[in-house]
C-alpha cells in the first residue's frame, strides 16, 4: 500500500505522511498495517489507564535503583517502601498534615482526636488484619474507612497534580470545624479533575464578595462553569456539634436553605451545584433498590421549580449521599443524582423518542461526564503506570494481543511450537479461563485455552473493553430498549451518511439537511422498534430520572 507524502498519515496523528513517520522510513513504504496496530494498543493501553486514573493528568512515576520515585506538581518523592501507588497515598497525607500535627493528634485519647486520624486509626486495624504478608501487594475491599481516608489523600494529589493546592484548604481540613466542608469541598473537586475539567480555585478569603468554590473548564465543550458544594452537618459526625449540625434524621432538613445558599453566590456561567444528604442507606442500596431520599429530593427540586426558582435561573444540581464515614468497616457505598433545575430536557422521567434522549444526552455531555467523575471517587489506582494490578503488581504473564504474533509453545497436535497471530480472545468467567484464536503463520488454525488467576480476572472484569489489547465493546445483556439503541448505535458507527440516506429515504422529513449523527440516531431508533426484543412503538420510552 503506497501513501501520498501530502496525504495524513495512516498512524492517526492528523500529520501529513511526509511529516510523520514519512519522514523516518525516507523513501520506503511504511508498514501499514504496523502503524494501525500500535495506534490500536497504545489506544487499548491509555483506556486502562484512564480507567484507573480518570481523565486527569497521568501519574508522573519513574523506579530506579530500587527508589519509586513520584512528580506532583513541583516536588519530587521518593521511598523505596512504594509497591502500589496506595502506599505513595499513605505517605503523601502525611506530608501535607505535616507530622507534628500528626503526631500530636495520635497523642490524644481516640475519641478526642481530629476525624481525619481517627480514620487514620481505623485504617491501621484494617491493614493489621487483612495484610499477612508484609512487604507484599494486598488486596482489600473499599470499606468506609478505605474510602474516607484515602479520599482525602487522593484528592490532595489530585489539585496539586492538576491544579493546586492551597495552604487554605489544608488549614481548613486541619480545624475540626471547618472539616466537614473542606472535606466535601475536595471530593467535589476530585470528580471534576477525574472527567478531565480544568479547575480554578477561587480566593474565598477575599472578604469584598461572596465566591464559588471553583470554576471548571469542560475539556469536550470549553463551557465554563461556577460550581458550589454543600453538605448537611448532622451533630456527631465530621467535627460536627450541636451548634453547627442538625440532629434530624430527615435527610432534606437543610435542602431548601443550602441550595438558596449556593443559588446566592455569583455566577458569570452556568451552574452546578452539589448537595450532599449525609443520610443513612440501606446495606444493599442499588440501581434497582433506590433509597427513598432519591426520589424525595426530586419532588423537592420540582417544587423549588415551580414555587422559588426565579425567572431565568437555572442550575445542574447534583444530589449526592458520600456516607462512607457512617460505617466504617462496611463496604462504601455512593449516590449521585443530577437534576436539571431550570433544564426541562435534562434527566427528566416521562416519556421519549430514543432519537431525542440521544440528542438530550449530547447535549448535556458535560454533566453526565461530571457524575462519571463523581463515580470515580470510589476507584483507587493501584499501580503508578497505569497497567493492570495483575501485571504491574503480582507478576502475571500479559494477556495476548489481538493482532499480535506469538509462539505458542507446545500448541501444536504433536507438542511442536506454533507461531501464530492472535485473531480473537474471549474469557469466560464461569470457568476462569480463555479461549484464543490463533492464524497459524503455516495455515493452521487453532482454538488455545488457558487458565486465569484471580487477579487476572478481577483486571479482565476491571477493564473488558480493553482486555486484550484492542477497544471493543463487551458483551452484556441488554436491559433495556435505550441499552439496545446504544448498541445499535456503536454497531452502526461507520455507516457513511448516503447509506444512512439511502435507508431513510422517503420515511424522515428533510433527513438530506440532517446531520450524521442525526440520521444514525434515526435509523437505529427504527432499528429498536422493528425489533422483537422490546415492545417499543415509533421509537418512544418511557424514561426514570438516573
Given at each position: 500500500m503506497k501513501i501520498g507524502r501530502n496525504k495524513p498519515c495512516p498512524c492517526g496523528s492528523g500529520v501529513k505522511f511526509k511529516r510523520c513517520h514519512g519522514q523516518l522510513t525516507g523513501r520506503s513504504t511504511p508498514d501499514v498495517a504496523a502503524i494501525q496496530q500500535s495506534m490500536q494498543v497504545h489506544d487499548?493501553?491509555?483506556?486502562?489507564?484512564?480507567?484507573?486514573?480518570?481523565?486527569?493528568?497521568?501519574?508522573?512515576?519513574?523506579?530506579?535503583?530500587?527508589?519509586?520515585?513520584?512528580?506532583?506538581?513541583?516536588?519530587?518523592h521518593y521511598s523505596p517502601k512504594w509497591k502500589t501507588f496506595p502506599d505513595f497515598l499513605s505517605d503523601y497525607v502525611k506530608i501535607k498534615v505535616g507530622a507534628d500535627w500528626g503526631n500530636?493528634?495520635?497523642?490524644?485519647?481516640?475519641?478526642?482526636?481530629?476525624?481525619?486520624?481517627?480514620?487514620?486509626?481505623?485504617?491501621?486495624?484494617?491493614?493489621?488484619?487483612?495484610?499477612?504478608?508484609?512487604?507484599?501487594?494486598?488486596?482489600?475491599?473499599?470499606?468506609?474507612?478505605?474510602?474516607?481516608?484515602?479520599?482525602?489523600?487522593?484528592?490532595l494529589y489530585l489539585l496539586e497534580h492538576n491544579v493546586e493546592l492551597q495552604g487554605r484548604l489544608l488549614a481548613r481540613l486541619k480545624n475540626p470545624g471547618n472539616f466537614q466542608g473542606a472535606y466535601y469541598e475536595l471530593l467535589v473537586?476530585?470528580?471534576?479533575?477525574?472527567?478531565?475539567?480544568?479547575?480554578?480555585?477561587?480566593?474565598?478569603?477575599?472578604?469584598?464578595?461572596?465566591?464559588?468554590?471553583?470554576?471548571?473548564?469542560?475539556?469536550?465543550?470549553?463551557?465554563?462553569?461556577?460550581?458550589?458544594?454543600?453538605?448537611?452537618?448532622?451533630?456527631?459526625e465530621l467535627g460536627r456539634t450541636e451548634a453547627d449540625g442538625t440532629t434530624s434524621n430527615n435527610p432534606l432538613s437543610s435542602f431548601t436553605?443550602?441550595?438558596?445558599?449556593?443559588?446566592?453566590?455569583?455566577?458569570?456561567?452556568?451552574?452546578?451545584?452539589f448537595l450532599d444528604l449525609n443520610a443513612d442507606m440501606a446495606a444493599d442500596a442499588n440501581e434497582d433498590n433506590r433509597p427513598a431520599f432519591v426520589e424525595a429530593a426530586g419532588r423537592r427540586l420540582e417544587l423549588y421549580e415551580q414555587k422559588i426558582l426565579k425567572p431565568g435561573e437555572a442550575a445542574y444540581v447534583f444530589v449526592t449521599n458520600a456516607n462512607f464515614h457512617k460505617n466504617l468497616e462496611a463496604p462504601a457505598q455512593l449516590v449521585a443524582f443530577p437534576y436539571g433545575l431550570g433544564i426541562s430536557d435534562f434527566n427528566r422521567p416521562g416519556f421519549y423518542r430514543l432519537s431525542e434522549r440521544y440528542k438530550q444526552d449530547r447535549l448535556h455531555a458535560d454533566a453526565l461526564r461530571v457524575a462519571e467523575g463523581f463515580a470515580k471517587l470510589l476507584t483507587l489506582p493501584a499501580t503508578f503506570d497505569g497497567s493492570m494490578p495483575s501485571v504491574g503488581l503480582h507478576g502475571a504473564r500479559s494477556p495476548v494481543v489481538i493482532g499480535e504474533t506469538y509462539n505458542f509453545?507446545?500448541?501444536?497436535?504433536?507438542?511442536?511450537?506454533?507461531?501464530?497471530?492472535?485473531?480473537?480472545?474471549?474469557?469466560?468467567?464461569?470457568?476462569?479461563?480463555?479461549?484464543?484464536?490463533?492464524?497459524?503463520?503455516?495455515?493452521?488454525?487453532?482454538?488455545?485455552?488457558?487458565?486465569?488467576?484471580?487477579?487476572?480476572?478481577?483486571?479482565?472484569?476491571?477493564?473488558?473493553?480493553?482486555?486484550?489489547?484492542?477497544?471493543?465493546?463487551?458483551?452484556?445483556?441488554?436491559k433495556t430498549p435505550y441499552e439496545l439503541f446504544e448498541f445499535f448505535m456503536y454497531a452502526y458507527r461507520d455507516l457513511p451518511r448516503d447509506k444512512l440516506l439511502e435507508h431513510l429515504s422517503g420515511r424522515v422529513e428533510g433527513a438530506e439537511t440532517m446531520e450524521r449523527d442525526d440520521l444514525l440516531a434515526i435509523y437505529c431508533e427504527g432499528m429498536v422498534s422493528a425489533s422483537s426484543v422490546f415492545k417499543v412503538k415509533d421509537g418512544v420510552i418511557s424514561s426514570e430520572a438516573s
Open positions: 487499548a493501553r491509555e483506556r486502562v489507564r484512564t480507567a484507573q486514573q480518570g481523565h486527569s493528568k497521568p501519574i508522573i512515576s519513574a523506579n530506579w535503583n530500587g527508589q519509586q520515585f513520584v512528580a506532583v506538581g513541583n516536588a519530587l500530636a493528634e495520635i497523642a490524644k485519647p481516640i475519641e478526642d482526636r481530629h476525624v481525619l486520624m481517627q480514620w487514620y486509626d481505623a485504617l491501621c486495624r484494617l491493614q493489621k488484619k487483612v495484610i499477612t504478608k508484609p512487604g507484599e501487594p494486598s488486596q482489600f475491599p473499599v470499606t468506609g474507612v478505605v474510602a474516607c481516608y484515602y479520599s482525602v489523600a487522593y484528592g473537586a476530585s470528580a471534576f479533575v477525574l472527567a478531565g475539567f480544568t479547575l480554578t480555585l477561587e480566593d474565598e478569603a477575599d472578604p469584598a464578595q461572596k465566591h464559588c468554590e471553583f470554576s471548571a473548564v469542560s475539556p469536550a465543550t470549553g463551557k465554563k462553569y461556577w460550581i458550589e458544594a454543600k453538605m448537611r452537618g448532622v451533630a456527631g436553605r443550602q441550595l438558596n445558599a449556593a443559588l446566592l453566590k455569583p455566577a458569570a456561567d452556568a451552574r452546578m451545584i509453545e507446545g500448541a501444536g497436535a504433536n507438542g511442536e511450537d506454533v507461531i501464530g497471530t492472535v485473531a480473537d480472545a474471549v474469557v469466560m468467567e464461569a470457568e476462569k479461563a480463555i479461549t484464543v484464536a490463533v492464524n497459524g503463520t503455516d495455515g493452521r488454525s487453532l482454538l488455545l485455552k488457558e487458565p486465569m488467576t484471580d487477579e487476572q480476572l478481577a483486571d479482565y472484569r476491571g477493564h473488558p473493553d480493553a482486555y486484550f489489547g484492542k477497544i471493543v465493546r463487551p458483551s452484556k445483556g441488554v
